[in-house]
């Protein structure tokens, strides 16, 4: 047992990175939306699920049938990437006005917006599902996976380092947008004290647009690395890794941009690390216990969960 | 819409929802009477019902599988063999009038009892399926009480035949067979030394794999701990491709379905596990294929109870028949859904028109089909049911013949 | 575009429109005919005498329910006797279930199935493999879904809302994967031969065979009608008005001198034990089980029957677990976009009742008083817009 997870110890770091990326970067969508709502956007596994098909189309748009290499890669990647992010904050917005905007008009209860967005999320899975097959639609591989170098015994693959560093990359942008700009601003405060943020001129409704549509970008992005990484997409394809990224922003502080990139790693480490000591049968009770064993400790999560403070 | 135009809208449909209620009001009291009469002789009521069944003329066969749903695919296979084996018989015109009810499980042993007694009040007398083995668990009991024969093409599970059920049958064979098949084909002709046995953590899956595990030991070969479960929804199977990478085996052996195990050889192949892919029933599919990419596919083995009946002329006519009626080629357990049909077809035109004479027929005679000549073991299970090799090669699915032959 | 708003004397940020769309929302719900205000006083002034009527006429609708003519048309492409008992009757009993930790302690529970899991299997494996009756089982399965509840629920229930949803779902996982897992309990491939309850021959209601569903259906109304009594007799004295204080405010609650802790324990403990007892109940009819029956989709589905009745209002709970579950069976015709419709009638009926469709006394009652509880900043928004409607 010990020695399997000594001798997997560098490969499931590397692997685990990789995935904790996605993860990471699906979770700032939940994240955003819970500092300013204080709602668990339970279709935004859905808002993931478009993006990888937006990018899919795509790429099967611009004829894309065999790996590039150079400019043609960055273009290919790039456009993409802005079809997936196109696709997803669409998706998020269009949630927000038809889901949500109606009912924070009407009620006060938290629970009916749940009840909302699982009907959004069945909804938008069966639309896709309809229209395109329950099978598993395979992307063409855009990127040779070539082995850069070794870790101890892990391989560092070309397209892993383009994941964790283009989602590094989009927590870096998400981040300063939030901290710097006027916009950013507004979202902090209403993730403050929404009373006081009306009080002082923000716009609540325009702040809860921004707050969807950055999480739709993150995960527009994390589509399109999904799709480049593992190569398949589907109709439900969202469901685990929505869950798996909601996991990952209460591990991490939900509401807490940082906090969503620290859940999104640990988890996707802890993942590894536990399939290799357990099994990856106990892959997922591994996760969730620490999960518990995190928030009996820290109730907030890792780095607690305030939006505003993130900063300070 | 204007202010005008809406107050005779509204007036309209504040008459229609009147007249709605009138008839919902009636349907209701209607339905409490009726209930009332009903419910005072249980017992009568369905008696007499039973006694009106066979004026309704023709004879009732079902299809019992998923047709929607996630796994709607094997279902919608066996139940195209099955219309193309009743309209054959249909058109021929012999032996009494039959007709085809559908049960959409979805597959899910959950939805099975209410669906198993619906095939009691359509009197239905006997049903090709259930299509999976989950299901069987809960519907079969069901059949069997109620004295409904059921014939499944596919659900292989080997504790089906160990319940005493005389109205069950099933016509490929069974997870006992297949397992140490693989075994051999795994041991012998591949010549294994060390072999990773992963499966999918579902009943079928595990259940194949299991038997794969503790056969493989018995001819050599050291099946390595790395692997085991994966979770078939997930797409990322990191943690095992490393564990089986780290394990440096011959030989992949997964339990389960075709998409996971696409994605799952997919990322071995770039991870750099050369290792040779071999597999079930479940993944014979042409989608395998497309799930994993042909270049990763290629070499990789599957075994199936399902024959290849493209060699023989019965099998060609039943291929180009199908293709002409569906418009696709048939799929996996299409030909067996097919003899499943024209078994039960058989016994009613050689004079069953009863569960228990047909049921009766069935226990007492060879069937020569097109995948196989089917005879009934005393449990309902098929006697022999050889399992068959395929390969990818340059992308399709070819067939090696018996796993017994080429292992000599 | 700010004019109107300025004109009150709101803050430049807070758009027209939205004031004048929550106006006009306030206008149009004025219009509508009060029908729940209207059967809930009728209800209030009605003779004792009345209630009971009443009260016995749907207990004997319920059980001339499995007859023929109301199956035709109930549930016309499938077994309606069968479906009463599953999903509609489990359905009923899981939702009043869950209906005592959501809709009467405030505390949002994901991982409700687990319990359920937990009381199919040890009717499974203790009917099975130790050969005990039915009804030993039956408290043995609520008392381990009960310990159950307090061992996931001692250490998590000081969480706050939101982390207990996620916890509970974990739980709701491990449990299934465990049961996958494990060998006591099947793996995969579950467990077959689960015994009837022992049947009294000749008294056709009480002969629990395969066939015939109707027995089944019986014990799970008799069931149903005892946990409604006790839950209602529960809702009325001190631990009700507890849990309705800390579903309010919980911190007010506590403040109050309420024991938040102990009584959001109690809730969960309880919840637990329905589901356990609705999990045994199931086992012992539907002979196999298996790891895939107990998925989180369950949780959720009885979660939006709950919710979609209207939480914390018993006969509201009843009417959504009964839709919940009878709307899939009864548009079999449309299989293939049930799930479709399913996920827009949730979102169509939130939107316009949000409370559900009859929503609790005590809520209505401050919905009434204008919106009060501010837990959460979506609340204070609309706090903010009360305050701006007052002249």
């Known amino acids: 047992m010990l020695h399997q997870f000594l001798t997997l110890f560098w490969p499931s770091t590397v692997d685990g990175l990789t995935v904790g990326a996605i993860y990471a970067l699906v979770a700032l969508g939940y994240t955003l939306v819970y500092g300013v709502l204080q709602l668990i956007n339970f279709a935004h596994s859905e808002v993931f699920m478009v993006g990888t098909f937006a990018s899919l189309f795509t790429l099967h748009a611009l004829g894309v049938t065999s790996a590039l290499t150079g400019l043609a890669l960055v273009g290919v990647l790039v456009v993409c990437a802005l079809a997936g992010m196109t ?226 | ?169 099933r016509i490929v064979g069974n997870d006992n067979t297949q397992g140490p098949a693989a075994a051999s084909l795994i041991a012998k002709k591949l010549g294994a030394k060390r072999v990773a046995v992963i499966d999918d953590a579902s009943a079928y899956g595990k259940g194949i794999a299991d038997i794969v595990r503790s056969t493989l030991p018995t001819d050599g070969v050291t099946v390595v701990s790395a692997g085991r479960s994966i979770d078939p929804n997930a797409t990322d199977y990191s943690a095992t491709v490393d564990a089986v990478k780290a394990a440096n085996v011959d030989v992949i052996y997964y339990g389960g379905y075709y998409a996971a195990a696409g994605r799952l050889l997919k990322q071995m192949r770039d991870a750099g596990v050369k290792a040779t892919f071999v597999s079930d029933d479940g993944v ?64 009613i035109s050689g004079g069953s028109t009863t569960a228990s004479a047909i049921n009766s027929y069935l226990a007492s005679h060879t069937f020569p089909g097109i995948t196989k000549t089917v005879k009934f073991d005393a449990s309902g299970d098929i006697s022999g049911g050889g399992i068959y090799a395929y390969q990818v090669k340059a992308g399709s699915i070819v067939s090696l013949g018996l796993v017994s032959q080429l292992v000599g | 575009m700010n004019a109107p708003g300025s004109r009150r004397g709101l803050p430049a940020g807070l758009s027209a429109r939205w004031v004048r769309l929550r106006l006009g929302a306030a206008e149009r719900k004025a219009r509508l005919p009060d029908v729940q205000g209207w059967a809930a006083d009728a209800w209030r002034r009605a003779p004792r005498w009345g209630q009971w009527l009443a009260r016995l006429a749907v207990v004997v609708l319920a059980v001339l329910a499995p007859a023929n003519a109301i199956g035709q048309i109930m549930a016309p492409a499938s077994d309606w006797k069968t479906i009463l008992f599953y999903p509609i009757g489990v359905y009923v009993l899981l939702g009043v279930g869950l209906n005592v930790v959501v809709g009467q302690a405030g505390m949002l529970d994901l991982g409700y199935v687990a319990f359920f899991a937990i009381g199919a299997y040890t009717m499974a494996v203790l009917g099975i493999d130790a050969h005990l009756n039915f009804w030993i089982i039956l408290p043995g399965g609520i008392v381990l879904a009960a310990i159950s509840g307090l061992i996931l629920g001692a250490p998590t229930l000081r969480l706050r809302g939101d982390y207990l949803a996620i916890v509970t779902l974990g739980f709701g996982e491990i449990i299934q994967i465990t049961a996958t897992n494990v060998s006591f309990t099947g793996g995969p491939q579950g467990m077959a031969g689960i015994p009837h309850p022992p049947s009294i021959d000749h008294i056709g209601f009480l002969s629990y065979g395969v066939l015939d569903p109707r027995p089944y259906y019986y014990l799970v109304l008799a069931l149903i009608i005892v946990v409604i009594v006790v839950a209602r007799r529960l809702e009325r004295s001190r631990v009700g008005r ?128 204008g919106r009060t509880a501010a837990s959460a900043p979506v609340a204070a928004v609309n706090l903010t817009e009360a305050e701006t409607e007052a002249p």
């Open chain 2, 284 to 347: 014979n599919d042409p989608k395998f294929v497309a799930a994993a990419g042909q270049a990763d596919a290629d070499g990789s083995y599957v075994t199936c109870p399902c024959g290849d009946v493209t060699g023989t002329t019965a099998g060609q006519a039943f291929t180009s028949a199908y293709q002409a009626a569906f418009h696709v080629a048939p799929g996996t357990y299409s030909a067996e859904g097919y003899d499943a049909a024209n078994i039960i077809l058989t016994a």
């Open chain 3, 242 to 369: 507890a849990w309705a204080a800390i579903r309010e405010d919980e911190d007010a609650a506590e403040l109050m001198g309420v024991p938040t802790f102990r009584f959001k324990l109690w809730a969960f403990v309880i919840g637990a034990s329905i589901a356990g007892a609705a999990g045994v109940l199931f086992s012992a009819k539907t002979i196999a089980i298996t790891p895939d029956d107990f998925p989180l989709l369950l949780s959720i589905l009885v979660l939006s029957a709950v919710v979609l009745g209207g939480a914390g209002n018993l006969p509201g709970v009843v009417v959504g677990a009964f839709v919940v579950a009878w709307l899939p069976e009864r548009f079999r015709g449309l299989a293939n976009y049930r799930v479709l419709i399913f996920g827009l009638t949730l979102i169509v009926m939130m939107i316009f009742r949000p409370d559900g469709l009859f929503p609790a006394r005590r809520r209505r009652s401050s919905l009434r008083a």
């Open chain 1, 87 to 312: 696709g997803s904050a669409v998706t998020a917005v269009i949630l927000e006005a038809v889901a949500y905007r109606p009912l924070r008009r009407r009620t006060t209860s938290r629970l009916a917006a749940l009840i909302t967005a699982i009907g959004a999320s069945f909804s938008l899975q069966e639309i896709f599902a309809l229209r395109y097959g329950r099978d598993i639609q395979t992307f063409p591989r855009v990127m040779q996976k070539t082995v850069l170098f070794h870790v101890g015994s892990g391989t560092v693959r070309s397209d892993k380092v383009l994941v964790v560093a283009t989602a590094l990359a989009m927590m870096v942008i998400l981040d300063t947008f939030v901290s710097r700009t006027r916009l950013g601003r507004g979202i902090r405060a209403t993730a403050q004290d929404p009373r006081t943020a009306v009080l002082m001129g923000v716009n609540i409704d325009r702040v809860i647009v921004a707050t969807f549509i950055l999480g739709g970008l993150a995960a527009g992005v994390a589509a399109t690395l999904y799709g480049t990484f593992y190569e398949v997409t589907q109709y439900n394809i969202g469901f685990l890794i929505g869950l798996k990224a909601f996991t990952a922003a209460v591990l991490g502080g939900i509401g807490n941009l940082r906090g969503a990139l620290l859940g999104g790693f640990s988890l996707g480490l802890i993942e590894n690390y536990g399939a290799s000591l357990f099994g990856a049968e106990w892959m997922n009770v591994v996760a969730f216990v620490v999960l518990v064993a995190v928030l009996l400790f820290r109730p907030t999560g890792i780095l607690g969960e305030q939006l505003a403070r993130a900063r300070a």
């Open chain 2, 1 to 169: 819409m204007t202010g005008r135009s809406t107050i005779p809208a509204r007036a309209l449909r504040v008459g229609l929802e009147r007249a709605r209620w009138r008839t919902t009001v009636a349907a209701v009291g209607v339905a409490l009477v009726a209930a009332a009469c009903g419910s005072t002789s249980p017992t009568t009521s369905s008696g007499s019902s039973t006694t009106k069944a066979p004026s309704a003329g023709a004879l009732k066969i079902g299809f019992f599988g998923a047709l929607t749903g996630a796994n709607a695919q094997l279902g919608i296979n066996i139940n195209d063999g099955v219309k193309l084996a009743l309209t054959q018989y249909q058109s021929k015109g012999k032996g009494p009038a039959v007709t085809l009810e559908e049960y959409d499980s979805q597959g899910d042993p959950s939805q099975a009892p209410q669906l198993a007694q619906k095939a009691i009040s359509d009197h239905t007398v006997a049903v090709v399926g259930p299509a999976f083995s989950g299901e069987s668990k809960t519907a079969d009991p069901i059949f069997q009480q109620a004295g409904i024969v059921s014939v499944t093409p596919s659900a292989t599970d080997p504790t089906l035949a160990q319940h005493g059920w005389t109205y069950w049958h």
